[in-house]
């Protein structure tokens, strides 16, 4: 793999999961100032594996790159792993987190129950919560297809999760295809303050789909709030 497929691999992961690590950690706080502990935790894990998973992307492409900061980020996490495997406290730790990086999604379903156990009204805390996750995982898969987010598959042979690209359906559209290729082809070649662009279509990536996850979480629980209330009006 070359380093800029890397690059375009990795990016959108890194960044999507950057800022879903600090809207998890904001969430855990908010949690914890309205005294529920267990909600606040259970956001705290799921932004550890946020960050575990943008550490991996950190260090995939550092691996593909040659540069001397590169090589100190790939001798760092060979160091935590194999002081991972001496330490017994630290391999609970990392077994704990890279459990979490691995099944986000799941925890955050659970994390939406907890929300409705620990609510009063249970019943329109479910329908919120059912209605929000259900527009934001559909939102998350049609943003996936639409920029054509890379899928990551474990290697039949060495156990690994690698890269897997795949042709986004913009490019249905000749005019979107026009515009993605001309952004790509100014950050390849272009240089701002000595530092490359050519992270920047990847970056792109990430974001629109961290919007698109914001967007579907917050047009679920709109449209919960609006069928509650009809509800209620109905039963008034």
């Not at 309205?34 to 960050?51: H, K, L």
């Not at 970056?203 to 009809?230: M, N, P």
Request: aromatic letters at 8%.
């Amino acid at each position: 793999m070359t380093s800029g497929l890397t690059i375009s691999s990795f990016m959108p992961s890194i960044v999507s999961s950057g800022i879903f690590s600090s809207r998890r950690a904001d969430k855990g706080i908010d949690a914890l100032a309205s005294n529920n502990p267990f909600v606040s935790a259970m956001n705290f894990d799921i932004a550890t594996g946020q960050v575990a998973n943008a550490a991996r992307g950190v260090a995939n492409i550092a691996r593909e790159s040659s540069n001397s900061v590169a090589s100190g980020i790939v001798s760092a996490e060979e160091a935590i792993k194999n002081l991972s495997k001496t330490d017994k406290f630290l391999n609970g730790v990392s077994k704990v987190v890279n459990f979490t990086a691995d099944h986000i999604n799941p925890l955050i379903v659970a994390t939406g129950a907890a929300k409705v156990i620990c609510s009063d009204d249970k019943a329109e805390a479910f329908s919120r919560e059912a209605l929000a996750l259900g527009a934001m995982f559909g939102s998350e898969a049609l943003a996936k297809r639409f920029i054509g987010m890379p899928i990551l598959e474990k290697d039949s042979v060495t156990g690994k999760k690698v890269a897997r690209k795949r042709e986004g359906w913009y490019k249905d559209s000749s005019f979107l295809t026009k515009q993605v290729n001309a952004l790509k082809d100014y950050c390849a070649t272009k240089r701002l303050f000595n530092k490359s662009l050519k992270f920047l279509p990847g970056a792109i990536k990430g974001i629109a789909f961290v919007t698109a996850s914001i967007g579907g979480y917050s047009v679920g629980l709109s449209a919960a709030d609006y069928i509650l209330k009809d509800s209620k009006n109905a039963n008034a």
